[in-house]
């Protein structure tokens, strides 16, 4: 029983599986999976950097592309302590099925540096996002793999790498990097695009299930940039968010939180819970009643051990890989409907492809004209995956990759790589 459930929540394992499952029940031959299942490339670097008392820390980084046929490679970079190869893999994987669900003319790719910003002071930080970008300088670029903000960073993060990048190209280059600060060619909506794309999934879902949005009770696990933009859009909405927690804990009120309050209080890491002495546990929160469950955190928080007590008919993952295979299932025969992590969570990488796009026109487009885009890529997605997990008789999460796997899969045959 625990190699199992160890199984279950090796987050590169479970992508290779749930890939190898999609290519053949699409009748794709074994070659394809033995091209898919891994990166084209991972880039290990070392990463000297001067902090600011006088010694020199050496830093390691990671570039994953996953592939770059259909377009080139498009993801974030992480800093977090827990980073490592098989994480950026995975998460290069993930990107590219996002990519392939919302149609997007990219592969993905993904980095990330192991280290602790929250420990660090800003000329630290800058300091090592400027040593990252030369140390990938030659694998990345407008053409070849776009990075993005990700866990930990931002687009002061963004800024830096980008101008380091244009400082190594001498010339400038707003479209080597997305997440940027609007006066440097970032695109209006990219900051609450990530919760903006759930609320739309959501939406649809909901809509399919029944289940008006208003008065719904949800619970967000997750009150970083992405879970506090979501209890805000949906508490504006007419829902009741009834739990929320960060990295300290999590509140849970049958009634509803006031969200406004719980906004203006939390710090810069969004973190609120520290406040309250009544806070419950992350664990505690996931199995409170609720209509619509949304984990917006890590890997990992929904397993075989607790799926049977979940108590929500929605659950829409905003974050990337929140429930393990043995949890799907579980959940699955349950009849809860789960919006995977590679749609519901696409609305950052569609954004990311408009501010790629508008830098290379030069051209940049109103908050209203990003988002009417935006709500009709990710409707069309959940169309089309709802509508191929009943026609395959598969679930939500086999199907969506079913729909992104396929575009890279006729990309990599009409090449002639396989």
């Known amino acids: 029983m625990l190699v199992e459930e160890k199984e279950n929540t090796d987050v590169l394992a479970r992508t290779q599986q749930v890939i190898q499952t999609a290519l053949s ?21 070392r990463i000297p950097v001067k902090m600011d008392d006088g010694k020199v820390k050496v830093f390691t980084g990671y570039r994953a592309q996953h592939n770059d046929a259909v377009g080139p490679t498009k993801g974030g970079v992480r800093f977090h302590p827990d980073v490592t190869a098989d994480e950026v893999k995975a998460l290069s994987m993930w990107m590219s099925i996002k990519c392939g669900v919302t149609n997007l003319p990219y592969g993905g790719g993904k980095g990330g540096i192991a280290c602790d910003p929250r420990t660090m002071s800003f000329g630290e930080l800058e300091r090592l996002s400027r040593g990252y970008v030369r140390a990938i300088s030659q694998l990345v670029g407008p053409t070849k793999d776009i990075p993005a903000p990700d866990v930990f960073t931002n687009s002061q993060i963004m800024a830096w790498m980008m101008d380091e990048y244009s400082r190594i190209r ?12 609007i006066v440097l060619g970032g695109s209006i909506g990219r900051e609450s ?12 879902a909901a809509a399919v299930l029944g289940l008006p949005l208003e008065k719904a009770r949800i619970i967000i696990q997750g009150f970083g940039n992405a879970g506090s933009y979501l209890a805000k859009f949906l508490h504006d909405a007419g829902a009741s968010i009834v739990g929320v927690s960060d990295a300290v804990g999590a509140l849970y009120d049958p009634n509803g939180l006031d969200i406004d309050s719980l906004l203006d209080r939390r710090d810069s890491f969004g973190t609120v819970t520290n406040l309250f002495p009544n806070r419950i546990t992350n664990r505690e929160l996931l199995v409170q009643e ?14 075989a051990e607790n799926a049977h007590l979940i108590q929500a008919k929605l659950l829409v993952e905003a974050a990337n890989g929140p429930t393990t295979h043995g949890a799907t299932e579980i959940l699955t025969r349950r009849g809860v409907m789960i919006v995977p992590d590679v749609l519901a969570s696409a609305g950052g990488v569609v954004v990311s492809y408009f501010e790629w796009v508008q830098n290379n026109q030069g051209y940049y487009w109103t908050e209203d004209e990003v988002n009417e885009r935006l709500n009709k890529i990710l409707v069309d997605a959940f169309r089309n995956v709802y509508d191929t997990s009943r026609t395959k008789q598969a679930d939500m999460r086999l199907s969506a990759y079913m729909v992104g796997i396929k575009r890279m899969a006729e990309a990599v045959r009409w090449r002639g790589w396989v």
């Not at 029940?25 to 670097?45: H, I, M, Q």
């Not at 001498?170 to 990097?177: N, V």
């Not at 919760?195 to 999934?201: D, E, H, P, S, W």
């Open 290 to 303: 609720c209509d619509i469950l949304i984990p917006a955190a890590i890997e990992n928080q929904i397993t």
């Open 170 to 181: 001498e010339f400038d280059s707003p479209g080597f990097i997305t997440g940027k600060p």
């Open 25 to 45: 029940k699409l009748g794709y031959d074994e070659a394809y999976n033995e091209l898919l299942k891994e990166p084209l490339r991972l880039l290990t670097v």
């Open 193 to 204: 695009s990530t919760a903006l794309g759930v609320t739309i999934v959501l939406k649809e």
